[in-house]
């Protein structure tokens, strides 16, 4: 198979979690199935990528909708397969097949950003997902959530993380330690754990740590910001962490979640729609509201029990996210929309 994907986010040139899932479906079709993959992205090459990439210049202005305009000029009929991660919009023809994962809704996502222009922009943006649906021959959500914004979606298939880096082992930090991953500001309230840990957490446990792993947070008594952290640490992070907590008050599925259910860590989240999906509504997770999320922290750092009956549950939770569950649906649709797909898994998924 020959396959294109697109992203204009990559690990290599951004945090986003829909670059990690298109660079991680992309290396997961090369090594499990020894398929051709090209990747058409702005962002640099990234280290430890098994597929071929095509730089798609957008400049600095506008660059979302100038990727999306841009991706028109390149030839797609030597693809068996285009599967778009957003911003395919401009990609009409009948053949190859065309298929878009839907990472979210940026209908949903404009009404929890403040400002007027940013509420403008996914505004916009979400008009430009109803045309994309439209556009693909398949479209595909990565929620339940997500495919309640465009009902006429009709397939769910969620996304992967990596088993290579985010596994459970080694030993915890010797203190009490919370990890956040995600953005000080906006949606990701990183300074809502700040608030809640300096409120809470701290006075009762003076020997608590906070780690934020975010480029805006600024200095506090007891916490450490890492700003951007390479995979690798970013695993050992999470293996450490006594909790994790991201109370974003909008996801449209929370990767980081997974992430953190994989290494072994509790998770404790406020009641978005993605972790209410993907902690089953509070069955393999914590989901708090903003103003209890301090007390429900200092709960789990102190329950060792708790902390333990969580953490099993999120190991057996994250196997429903492996990338060979992943891949082996979308490898079912591409099958069902008349791609060459062979019936059975080669021997190099099984390693």
Same mark, same amino acid.
Request: proline share 7%; with cysteine.
């Given at each position: ?48 990528? $098994?597929?071929?990439?095509? /730089? #798609? ?5 506008? &660059? @979302?909708?100038?990727?999306?305009? *841009?991706? !028109? =000029? ?50 916009? $943006?979400?008009?430009?997902? /109803? #045309? ?5 021959? &398949? @479209?595909?959500?990565?929620?339940? *959530?997500? !495919? =309640? ?203």
């Amino acid at each position: 198979m020959n396959v294109a994907m697109t992203s204009l986010y990559l690990p290599s040139g951004s945090k986003i979690g829909v670059g990690y899932q298109a660079h991680g479906m992309a290396n997961a079709l090369v090594s499990q199935w020894g398929w051709n993959v090209t990747m058409y992205s702005p962002c640099p090459e990234v280290e430890g990528a $098994l597929y071929r990439q095509v /730089i #798609v210049p957008v400049g600095d202005f506008l &660059r @979302t909708f100038r990727f999306a305009w *841009n991706l !028109r =000029r390149y030839d797609w009929s030597k693809f068996d397969l285009v599967h778009a991660h957003g911003d395919d919009n401009w990609l009409w023809f009948r053949r190859p097949v065309h298929i878009r994962t839907m990472h979210g809704s940026c209908l949903a996502e404009a009404w929890h950003i403040p400002s007027f222009w940013g509420k403008l922009r996914m505004g916009l $943006l979400g008009i430009s997902e /109803i #045309v994309a649906t439209a556009a693909a021959h &398949r @479209t595909v959500a990565v929620s339940k *959530n997500t !495919r =309640r914004c465009y009902p006429w979606i009709k397939q769910v298939i969620p996304n992967g993380f990596d088993t290579g880096n985010f596994t459970p082992g080694g030993v915890k930090a010797a203190r009490p330690t919370v990890l956040f991953v995600g953005t000080y500001h906006n949606r990701k309230r990183g300074a809502l754990v700040m608030q809640e840990f300096a409120r809470c957490v701290r006075p009762a446990l003076p020997e608590a740590e906070l780690w934020m792993v975010c480029d805006d947070a600024p200095p506090a008594p007891g916490v450490t910001v890492f700003g951007r952290v390479s995979d690798e640490k970013l695993a050992e992070l999470y293996r450490q962490a006594w909790v994790f907590t991201l109370p974003s008050s909008y996801e449209g599925f929370g990767v980081p979640y997974i992430e953190a259910l994989a290494s072994g860590t509790p998770v404790v989240a406020t009641p978005n729609p993605g972790a209410r999906e993907v902690l089953e509504d509070g069955r393999y997770g914590r989901i708090v509201e903003p103003a209890q999320l301090g007390p429900a922290l200092l709960e789990l750092l102190r329950d060792d029990d708790a902390r333990d009956r969580l953490a099993r549950a999120g190991l057996a939770r994250a196997q429903d996210y492996r990338w060979p569950s992943v891949t082996a649906q979308y490898l079912a649709l591409y099958r069902e929309l008349g791609c060459r797909v062979p019936d059975a898994q080669p021997d190099r998924a099984a390693a």
